[in-house]
Structure formats: C-alpha cells, structure tokens
C-alpha cells in the first residue's frame, strides 16, 4: 500500500555513466516533485511537475532530465553522472500545487556516484 | 526567496525530558510552515502545519509547534521524550514560485534520545 514509492532503493555506479530513477504514486495527486538531499542533510527542490508539465526547475544541470509518462509516474533520467550527483534523492507528490499543501514523500533513492 | 534556520543541528535529550527544537523563517506577507519528521532510512513525513488560525498546532504523537509572528519563529515542542523520536527533524516553508508550491527547508536537526 505504499503511497509514494521509488525504485531502485540503492544505486551504485561509475562516473560518466547514465542512470534512471522511478518513482511512482498512487494517491491521485496531480503534482510531483524531486529533491536532493546532500551529505549533509540539506534538502533542495530539483524539479517541480504539475498535470505532467514542468513547473519548477530550480537551475538543475541539463544533464537531470525529469520525464512524466503520467499523472502518477515522475521519473529522473541523469547523464554523465558526477561524484557530485552523489546524494539521496527524494520523489514527492501533492495534490493542488498551493501553498498549502502536505507533499508526501517517497522512500528515496541512494545514489553513489564511484 | 524565503529562507529557514535551524539553530541546532543536534540535540541530545534524556529519555521522558523535555525538547525544542528551533526554527526562524525570513518575514513574508503569507506565512505557510512545516514540520517533517525523518526516521533513520525512511522518506519524510509531515509532523504538522501551520496555515492560519490558532498559532500553537499539535501532532498525534505529542508534538506542538508556536507561530509567532513577531520573532518569525515556528519552534517544535515535546513535554517528554521517547526513544521512538530520535530521528531528523526539518522545518520548512512553504512560497509559490511559478504558479507551484515549493518548500524551503532548514538544515535540519538530528534528536538523539539517550535511554
């Protein structure tokens, strides 16, 4: 019965390669999101999307590419992985996009960049 | 841009004592902020909120959060702590940028809770 779920769970690999993130829910909202969560902490908003369109890219690399097959899907496609990119990265979703809302959050994804 | 400060990024507390953890927010206008709370390996969940109405919100599980307005603050209060609440704590607030919600988040706090 998860509500927001992301796959894989962990993600090893090598710089330079090119890796993809899923995520899905199934509570019916209409607005997804992902953020990264540093070594420290610190969580960021990477990209916010709204009835499959993009609303919110807060001056992400192009070499994230966010894609929503559908309302209830928000993948995350990364190119030319960095050590940098070396985070946990979080998928969201809310219902309405106001200021408001609860975002729901999924169980994120480790991703080590070697 | 809004933006949130969490004093402590940890605090230790005794099991059954009392804890706060503090948050300021830069002033606005309209004032929407958050407590998530998140446990070892999980995602975040919301703790509660803060929207408008009574400036003092509870949780289920014996947490309550003050507005107060005039020193932009939104501390999280427990009268006495359990083992289950050690976990990472974030106060974030919420701003519409582009039609859309984003949230602002502190660095965060880590609550250890010491038996």
């Known amino acids: 019965d998860t509500a927001v779920s992301q796959t894989p769970k962990y993600l090893v690999t090598q710089m330079g390669n090119d890796k993809s993130i899923k995520c899905e829910q199934n509570l019916g909202h209409d607005t997804m999101y992902w953020y990264k969560q540093d070594s420290k902490k610190f969580l960021k908003i990477m990209f916010s999307y709204n009835n499959k369109e993009l609303i919110i890219n807060e001056t992400v690399p192009n070499r994230f590419s966010p894609k929503s097959p559908d309302k209830a899907h928000l993948n995350l496609h990364i190119n030319s992985l960095e050590l940098g990119d070396s985070a946990v990265y979080f998928c969201?979703?809310?219902?309405?996009?106001?200021?408001?809302?609860?975002?729901?959050f999924g169980p994120g994804t480790r991703l080590t960049v070697l | 841009a809004q933006s949130v400060t969490q004093l402590d990024s940890q605090v230790p507390v005794f099991e059954e004592a009392p804890v706060e953890l503090r948050c300021n927010y830069s002033?606005?206008?309209?004032?929407?902020l958050f407590w998530y709370v998140q446990y070892p390996n999980q995602g975040l969940q919301l703790l509660l909120k803060y929207l408008s109405g009574s400036t003092l919100v509870e949780s289920i599980n014996g947490f309550e959060a003050e507005f107060n307005k005039s020193q932009t603050s939104f501390h999280l209060r427990k009268p006495s702590v359990h083992i289950s609440d050690t976990a990472e704590y974030f106060c974030a607030v919420s701003e519409v940028i582009q039609g859309a919600q984003k949230l602002v988040f502190g660095q965060g706090t880590r609550l250890t809770i010491n038996p």
């Open positions: 969201a979703s809310s219902q309405g996009s106001g200021p408001r809302n609860e975002q729901f």
């Open positions: 002033s606005s206008v309209s004032v929407y």
